[in-house]
């Protein structure tokens, strides 16, 4: 394993392990559901918009390592972006997943979710780690 991989690998572990990203918002209408039927995970997630902008973001849920540390990283990168700039960083993030090219400022706006790149090499976890980023761009695709 090379220096880089155990970097994404302590990443991951921490987000999943501590994330201050786990609790619900306060807020009207601001829930979505997420739910991997192959490994159990579940997700909701909790958005705050304050017109075009992601005031603030959690979630609530269960699941492996991979969905739950996925989820908060999410968290991380899109809180306080635009619903534009989150739908690119969301798009990125999937093409990256699904092994499409990406250029390297691209692969800048994803901050610490680049730690997901090599998770194709598992196919079994790639639902894992999209699943709250999809469940996110249903949303972001409606406004």
């Keep these: ?29 601001c829930s979505l559901h997420g739910h991997n039927p192959n490994c159990g995970d579940d997700i909701t997630l909790h958005i705050d918009f304050d017109d075009d ?5 959690s979630f609530t849920g269960s699941g492996c390592a991979i969905s739950q540390s996925s989820t908060s990283i999410m968290i991380d990168v899109l809180r306080g972006k635009t619903v534009d700039e989150a739908k690119k960083i969301v798009k990125i993030f999937i093409d990256m997943i699904d092994r499409k090219e990406i250029s ?13 790149s ?20 249903q949303k972001l695709n409606e406004m």
């Excluded at 690998?9 to 609790?23: D, L």
């Excluded at 902008?53 to 973001?57: Q, Y």
């Excluded at 390297?104 to 997901?116: M, Y």
């Design 1 to 29: 394993m090379s220096e880089i991989d155990d970097i994404y690998t302590i990443i991951i572990m921490e987000h999943s392990a501590n994330s201050t990203n786990r609790h619900e918002l306060e807020c009207e209408n």
């Design 53 to 57: 902008k992601i005031k603030d973001m």
């Design 104 to 116: 390297s400022e691209d692969r800048q706006l994803l901050k610490d979710s680049i730690a997901f």
């Design 118 to 137: 090599n998770i194709a090499n598992m196919p079994a976890r790639v639902k894992c780690a999209l699943l709250s980023w999809k469940t996110l761009q």
